[in-house]
């Protein structure tokens, strides 16, 4: 079943990895999540290629977790596979957008449609962001009455100033590519994002792959200072919030289409 | 006489938090350093409250350090106070603008009028900061042969770029909120800050208060990260300018009104 | 030798440091990297400078390395000279780029015509950079088979984001003046940067000269954290690098004018 959720074609040095559940906008369900991180491990280890361009067939790059998914977030359950893989910083939910990194050639994602709560955090594990400026985007989590963690709370921190990145994570708004290449997550925008992803990645082929493996482990080994600790700290938030009355009535309001009725700790 | 400094009104899970000195355009002696740490330690465990409004009443947001205590700059005693709070990484002087990180709530800063040295140091506390496109601010320091002291550095460090963090501090410029939207320094402008903060305080205040409280710990934890060595850094240089002869020469020369005359090291 | 290639002239606190190459567009060789580092050197003791203004005569800033430097990198010999100066964190040719952020007053570099490649990472060494809208810049090593490895990594990642470095390094794009200022490369752009320089040095130079010291100190402290490993990670990373089979191949194809033919690990 994992084995419908992800393609991957390689031509000519660059890996072609798309979502492939584009009937539901290639939401996250545990197939997918299986599917993100075993495409990750597989290109970790491919020497013929020099480059990978990360992208969601159909209408959207990853609209998030999977309603059936969020549903499960109203009981008193984990959202996503929260078992930690062996030997890694990562859980299975942090890992579909980590292993990105750890992939040693470029990873350029092209992203148009949707790229929404753990959407965006995938596409924030790639090394360059392509964008189509009409993208619908959220880091939407508080939206469900959880946090950010599937890396994008660290991944962020590397994109934008610590005032963006608490208003985009506070508000749960969201805003669109253009708005996205204006504050920093964009890293380009582009009317035809998975051709200029492939053309991107095709100049990067055509360099010394020696030279490209090592110019991404130098730029990681500098930019993932303090990764594995905040991953953990991710790991103890979301943990201190799923299935807690508040949690619950975010999740459950929301289905119910009403307004959520919170309560303060004081309250309770 | 802290009590007529500052103002705190709670209204529906929103803390309206005014520095009340306007015939002085909020200018910063002893009384507002402790009701400012005061006014935010009380935030720190008030469990109804759910975000934080923080703006100055008046014409101006703060004007900086106050006239007199600038004046007791230029003899050789410490300018504001400087004791280190118990169990803290900031003395008082850095607490007035630090606390508004550790409040566990967001914390918006509405900034129009004045927001010069000690008073953008404030403002770089809050988490976001919307301001007013009129808003003349200056990391004002070096104009006095000081330093910026009070948290300054570390917060400009998370928002610019490490040349236009020097730029900034090295020339004591003058600029106007537009340019500190472009800086990165205003998280948005706005023609009507409060207003506008409030409305930002009042969505906040709709989400999973346990979602927006871990939230804003998990970006802390990245972010803060080398503070309290920092901080310590900002009081051993402020100690070794104090009092010394160039410093006393820029407060005298300024208030005197003419060019000051500075010593290099070889002239000694 | 070395005599001719940088000269400095000290004038009312105000040191005057340029590369006198013109000829080849201050290209580095040998004795243009002796030259700088022991300019910085001798600016770390002059205690009547308050500031240092940065440039390069005749129509450009600085091209890179030398062309015949370049043609050793095809052969079996380090490009610069690598060899590490006594208890620094730097050697010799990662000196020539971070000594000016060791001379204890701000260094602005006035930037026109190229910067690319070692000259690029000169310029990123200084505290602020001036920039003529027109000049051409890249990070270019991996054009040839290399990584930037003269500290250009580390000072890259305090200007701009992640995914921007990796773009910049990895492509290997030449790109201008106007785009360095977009991607927060050029502090400012100028017409006149030499002008404009000059004029901001004057203005620092009437600031308190230990204010303006504890200042750039205390910035440097925090922007600092982490440097010396990532130079050492830089020294590691060129190491395995030149003189493999894919790295001479980059320079000989470039030399030959042809498009180059690149193995992967596994074809090997």
Same mark, same amino acid.
């Given at each position: 079943?994992?084995?419908?959720?992800?393609?991957?074609?390689?031509?000519?040095?660059?890996?072609?990895?798309?979502?492939?559940?584009?009937?539901?906008?290639?939401?996250?369900?545990?197939?997918?999540?299986?599917?993100?991180?075993?495409?990750?491990?597989?290109?970790?280890?491919?020497?013929?290629?020099?480059?990978?361009?990360?992208?969601?067939?159909?209408?959207?790059?990853?609209?998030?977790?999977?309603?059936?998914?969020?549903?499960?977030?109203?009981?008193?359950?984990?959202?996503?596979?929260?078992?930690?893989?062996?030997?890694?910083?990562?859980?299975?939910?942090?890992?579909?957008?980590?292993?990105?990194?750890?992939?040693?050639?470029?990873?350029?994602?092209?992203?148009?449609?949707?790229?929404?709560?753990?959407?965006?955090?995938?596409?924030?594990?790639?090394?360059?962001?392509?964008?189509?400026?009409?993208?619908?985007?959220?880091?939407?989590?508080?939206?469900?009455?959880?946090?950010?963690?599937?890396?994008?709370?660290?991944?962020?921190?590397?994109?934008?100033?610590?005032?963006?990145?608490? !208003?985009?994570?506070?508000? %749960? $708004?969201?805003?669109?590519? *253009?708005?996205?290449? =204006?504050?920093?997550? #964009?890293?380009? &925008?582009?009317?035809?994002?998975?051709? !200029?992803?492939?053309?991107? %990645? $095709?100049?990067?082929?055509? *360099?010394?792959?020696? =030279?490209?493996?090592? #110019?991404?482990? &130098?730029?990681?080994?500098?930019?993932?200072?303090?990764?594995?600790?905040?991953?953990?700290?991710?790991? *103890?938030?979301?943990?201190?919030?799923?299935?807690?009355?508040?949690?619950?009535?975010?999740?459950?309001?929301?289905?119910?289409?009403?307004?959520?009725?919170?309560?303060?700790?004081?309250?309770?």
């Amino acid at each position: 079943m994992a084995d419908d959720r992800v393609s991957i074609t390689i031509t000519a040095g660059i890996a072609d990895v798309r979502m492939t559940r584009p009937d539901k906008r290639n939401a996250l369900d545990g197939a997918m999540f299986v599917a993100l991180a075993e495409a990750g491990a597989r290109l970790c280890t491919e020497s013929n290629v020099r480059a990978v361009v990360l992208s969601g067939e159909g209408a959207s790059f990853c609209a998030g977790l999977d309603f059936e998914t969020m549903a499960g977030l109203g009981g008193n359950e984990r959202g996503h596979p929260g078992s930690m893989t062996d030997g890694r910083i990562t859980h299975l939910g942090q890992q579909v957008a980590w292993v990105w990194q750890e992939v040693p050639v470029p990873v350029i994602a092209a992203v148009h449609g949707h790229a929404i709560g753990g959407g965006i955090q995938i596409a924030l594990g790639a090394d360059i962001r392509i964008v189509h400026p009409d993208t619908k985007m959220s880091v939407r989590e508080v939206h469900w009455g959880i946090v950010p963690d599937m890396t994008g709370t660290f991944m962020l921190s590397q994109l934008v100033r610590a005032d963006v990145a608490k !208003d985009l994570v506070l508000t %749960a $708004r969201i805003f669109d590519g *253009r708005e996205a290449h =204006a504050l920093g997550i #964009a890293t380009r &925008l582009s009317d035809h994002p998975y051709d !200029d992803a492939m053309a991107m %990645a $095709r100049e990067i082929a055509d *360099r010394s792959p020696d =030279a490209i493996r090592a #110019a991404k482990a &130098l730029l990681n080994g500098l930019f993932h200072s303090g990764a594995a600790e905040q991953f953990a700290a991710e790991r *103890r938030q979301i943990g201190s919030l799923v299935g807690r009355p508040n949690q619950v009535e975010a999740v459950t309001a929301n289905f119910e289409k009403r307004r959520p009725n919170f309560v303060d700790e004081s309250q309770r």
